[in-house]
């Protein structure tokens, strides 16, 4: 996990479609330019489609889900008849148990397998449906990886979600690296110091709930605390930082730099926060003035801080929050 080691990118698992690949039901696809332009530049893709997975060609009859939106059936959209519940069920089951070490996933929205959420689900004997339904892939998807980052590709399009996700896979590699490095009492309160401001933005409370989980943790139990402090850190983080918490943040970091600023940088920094906390400008304008600042004055605990750079720069994602 050392900034000096040489990037490499993260694995994340996606909708074969959104890679531009012709496996939808009509043999089409549903590129998207985001994932493929600008994420592909960082993140390497495991294309997974789970109606071409379970058997059926492409183009074929479309599928919809249908009955109880825990436990729909997935049948034919215009022959009722044709069920294919049991091998769309049985192929995503088998699958997300070899998905390997991958750190993220993205989810066609509204698909009958990939919809992560507020799919429709239509009632058996007819009638309008209803937006309550999970696709059958992504259900068995989190369900067996509950701390996965998953997100859909039309959420990405709102700036906060977008940066939430990409954010939350970048911890979640960290996580893993943590895990395949050897957990100890030691490597989980560094890890903890150096997410510190980065879990205080999206929730103090969880932050220390977190710090009280490795208040005392023997080395023989290291496995369940890691365990629930995972569960707890993936949560909070999936929860959209306001303005309001990226601004305490903020504030907090500038106090290490209150001896080595004069009066007039001091009050930049100052105005470029409050300006930031109006809505003004973009969050990325006081994250790069603290930067600044602090290359010109290092300071050893502030320089670990994953909050500061939690992804790569050239993503851009901090420039529309």
Same mark, same amino acid.
């Given at each position: 996990?050392?900034?000096?080691?040489?990037?490499e990118?993260?694995?994340?698992?996606?909708s074969?479609?959104?890679?531009?690949?012709?496996?939808r039901?009509?043999?089409?696809?549903?590129?998207?330019?985001?994932?493929?332009?600008?994420?592909?530049?960082? =993140?390497?893709?495991?294309?997974?489609?789970?109606? =071409?997975?379970?058997?059926?060609?492409?183009?074929?009859?479309?599928?919809?889900?249908?009955?109880?939106?825990?436990?729909?059936?997935?049948?034919?959209?215009d022959?009722?008849?044709?069920?294919?519940?049991?091998?769309?069920?049985?192929?995503?089951?088998?699958?997300?148990?070899?998905?390997?070490?991958?750190?993220?996933?993205?989810?066609?929205?509204?698909?009958?397998?990939?919809?992560?959420?507020?799919?429709?689900?239509?009632?058996?004997?007819?009638?309008?449906?209803?937006?309550?339904?999970?696709?059958?892939?992504?259900?068995?998807?989190?369900n067996?990886?509950?701390?996965?980052?998953?997100?859909?590709?039309?959420?990405?399009?709102?700036?906060?979600?977008?940066?939430?996700?990409?954010?939350?896979?970048?911890?979640?590699?960290?996580?893993?690296?943590?895990?395949s490095?050897?957990?100890?009492?030691?490597?989980?309160?560094?890890?903890?110091?150096?997410?510190?401001?980065?879990?205080?933005?999206?929730?103090?409370?969880?932050?220390?709930?977190?710090?009280?989980?490795?208040?005392?943790?023997?080395?023989?139990?290291?496995?369940?605390?890691?365990?629930?402090?995972?569960?707890?850190?993936?949560?909070?983080?999936?929860?959209?930082?306001?303005?309001?918490?990226?601004?305490n943040?903020?504030?907090?970091?500038?106090?290490?730099?209150?001896?080595?600023?004069?009066?007039?940088?001091?009050?930049?920094?100052?105005?470029?926060?409050?300006?930031?906390?109006?809505?003004?400008?973009?969050?990325?304008?006081?994250?790069?003035?603290?930067?600044?600042?602090?290359?010109?004055?290092?300071?050893?605990?502030?320089?670990?801080?994953?909050?500061?750079?939690?992804?790569?720069?050239?993503?851009?994602?901090?420039?529309?929050?």
């Amino acid at each position: 996990m050392s900034s000096k080691k040489p990037f490499e990118k993260i694995t994340v698992g996606i909708s074969s479609c959104l890679l531009g690949e012709n496996v939808r039901y009509d043999g089409g696809h549903k590129r998207d330019r985001f994932i493929t332009d600008t994420l592909s530049n960082y =993140m390497v893709f495991k294309p997974i489609c789970p109606e =071409m997975g379970s058997g059926m060609p492409t183009p074929r009859p479309p599928i919809r889900l249908v009955g109880n939106p825990e436990q729909p059936a997935v049948v034919g959209v215009d022959d009722p008849t044709m069920d294919v519940t049991h091998q769309v069920k049985s192929y995503s089951r088998r699958q997300v148990k070899q998905l390997g070490d991958i750190s993220g996933y993205i989810l066609k929205k509204d698909s009958p397998s990939c919809g992560m959420t507020r799919v429709k689900v239509y009632p058996v004997k007819g009638g309008a449906a209803e937006r309550k339904g999970i696709g059958i892939f992504a259900r068995a998807l989190m369900n067996q990886h509950p701390h996965l980052p998953v997100e859909e590709e039309g959420r990405l399009n709102d700036p906060v979600l977008r940066e939430n996700f990409v954010n939350r896979v970048f911890v979640y590699r960290h996580w893993q690296e943590l895990v395949s490095e050897g957990l100890t009492p030691a490597a989980l309160i560094e890890f903890h110091a150096r997410h510190k401001y980065l879990v205080m933005a999206h929730s103090q409370a969880a932050y220390k709930r977190m710090g009280q989980l490795l208040s005392h943790v023997p080395r023989q139990l290291v496995k369940p605390v890691s365990e629930s402090y995972i569960e707890e850190l993936m949560a909070a983080l999936k929860r959209p930082v306001s303005r309001k918490g990226h601004t305490n943040v903020l504030q907090h970091i500038m106090g290490y730099l209150k001896r080595n600023i004069d009066g007039e940088d001091k009050d930049e920094l100052v105005t470029s926060i409050e300006r930031y906390r109006q809505g003004e400008i973009p969050l990325v304008v006081p994250i790069t003035l603290l930067n600044h600042y602090f290359r010109r004055h290092p300071d050893p605990y502030i320089k670990k801080q994953v909050y500061l750079q939690p992804h790569p720069e050239k993503l851009g994602l901090r420039n529309d929050l």
